[in-house]
């Protein structure tokens, strides 16, 4: 079964950090292009950053400097690593794995930037 399943969401206070994973099964993530997009309640998805196969990052305009992909083939996963958290970093998180017109989605990890 083709599987993305994201953890490392949590509450935490402004100015904190988080690392989101995101591992893959039922398939190998080598070939494809990983990305991480958020939703905030009612709002519309977001791309908040993406790595390429060969590892050619592109980072959403509100995250650039604070957050990181990145990727591990060989563990079949990908990274986020969020630095420097404000409020409205609020939003469920989701995994994306991409390559051509197919794409695999996780279920989402909520994260909460709050005082």
């Known amino acids: 079964q083709v599987r993305l399943v994201e953890s490392g969401g949590g509450l935490v206070q402004p100015g904190e950090s988080l690392r989101l994973s995101c591992a893959a099964s039922g398939f190998t993530i080598s070939s494809y292009a990983m990305a991480w997009y958020r939703q905030a309640p009612g709002k519309e998805r977001e791309l908040v950053a993406n790595i390429h196969s060969v590892g050619i990052t592109r980072y959403g305009d509100s995250v650039k400097g604070r957050f990181t992909i990145s990727r591990d083939n060989a563990e079949n996963s990908a990274y986020l690593q969020m630095n420097s958290l404000r409020p409205e970093d609020t939003a469920v998180y989701y995994c994306?794995?991409?390559?051509?017109?197919?794409?695999?989605w996780g279920q989402g990890t909520q994260v909460t930037v709050s005082s």
């Open positions: 994306n794995a991409g390559l051509g017109r197919y794409n695999v």
